[in-house]
């Protein structure tokens, strides 16, 4: 069984500081990782996805993320904040495979403040 | 070209209703996939197709629900004698078979049982 836990439901960040959000997964077998971002009254976009080979992976918008299998994490990273960023993310876990279902984590929503 | 898309965007219906929820897949994919979005549940996967095989049911709350996929292509979720708790919106998402699992979601239906 696959799950993933993201710390914090909220997080508040000033505009032109660093944003981390956090995502630790639980898998049996080695899992694609994925972020997706959700802006109000849309579906899900993908941010950036991890599946084989460099373990940081660049995504749209400027985020980043680190695939650390020693910590079971997968945090998302930015350097510096934009009032867009506002939205909620995502983090989900699939098996390896050519289709899979994805686990998803249960979200924080970015707040950017001037 | 679109992505995506499912309709309606909105409904709205009376508890003990059967309603039916449609998702037009982006032409080519093979995999379809219905999620749940909830406030108390977050996202839930609910059922995934695969080209020919047998759709995977194991995310279907009850047997109130059901889905299929006529032609490899459209799909249609079907909720029967819909109760209050059914309210949430319903995310179609698709993927190409053998893209390591990129899923591109739908805009959702968002269903209200009154």
């Known amino acids: 069984a696959q799950s993933v836990t993201q710390l914090g439901s909220h997080v508040s960040v000033s505009e032109g500081a660093l944003v981390l959000l956090r995502c630790n997964y639980s898998?049996?077998?080695?899992?694609?990782l994925f972020w997706y971002v959700q802006y109000p009254n849309q579906g899900l976009q993908l941010l950036l996805k991890y599946t084989t080979g460099a373990t940081l992976v660049k995504g749209i918008n400027g985020f980043e993320a680190e695939f650390k299998k020693s910590e079971t994490s997968f945090h998302l990273t930015k350097p510096s904040a934009h009032m867009s960023d506002a939205a909620e993310y995502f983090c989900a876990v699939s098996r390896t495979g050519t289709a899979s279902k994805l686990t998803f984590g249960t979200g924080t929503r970015l707040q950017v403040t001037l | 070209g679109a992505g995506v898309s499912q309709s309606p965007s909105n409904k709205v219906t009376e508890k003990g209703k059967d309603v039916e929820l449609r998702c037009d897949p982006i032409s080519g994919h093979t995999a379809l996939y219905w999620y749940r979005q909830s406030l108390g549940q977050g996202l839930e996967f609910l059922i995934y197709?695969?080209?020919?095989?047998?759709?995977?049911k194991s995310g279907l709350p009850s047997d109130r629900f059901s889905a299929e996929r006529t032609g490899g292509s459209v799909s249609t979720l079907t909720i029967q004698r819909t109760q209050q708790e059914d309210s949430a919106v319903y995310l179609c998402a698709s993927s190409l078979a053998g893209t390591r699992n990129e899923q591109f979601f739908g805009p959702g239906t968002r269903l209200t049982v009154l």
């Open positions: 898998s049996s077998v080695p899992p694609y």
């Open positions: 197709f695969q080209g020919n095989s047998a759709p995977d």
